[in-house]
């Protein structure tokens, strides 16, 4: 289990990096949308 934790870590990482990444992308086009209108 202890050799597991670490992999799991870095994949939850790697995703949440991506999901805050997309977020941050989706906001920059919400506030643009906003600007436009």
């Known amino acids: 289990?202890?050799?597991q934790?670490?992999?799991l870590?870095?994949?939850s990482t790697g995703f949440l990096m991506f999901e805050l990444?997309?977020?941050d992308l989706?906001?920059?086009s919400h506030q643009?949308?906003?600007i436009d209108f």
Do not use: H, Y
């Open 21 to 23: 990444s997309f977020v």
């Open 32 to 34: 643009r949308n906003r």
């Open 5 to 7: 934790k670490p992999a």
């Open 1 to 3: 289990r202890k050799a």
């Open 9 to 11: 870590s870095e994949e």
């Open 26 to 28: 989706l906001g920059e």
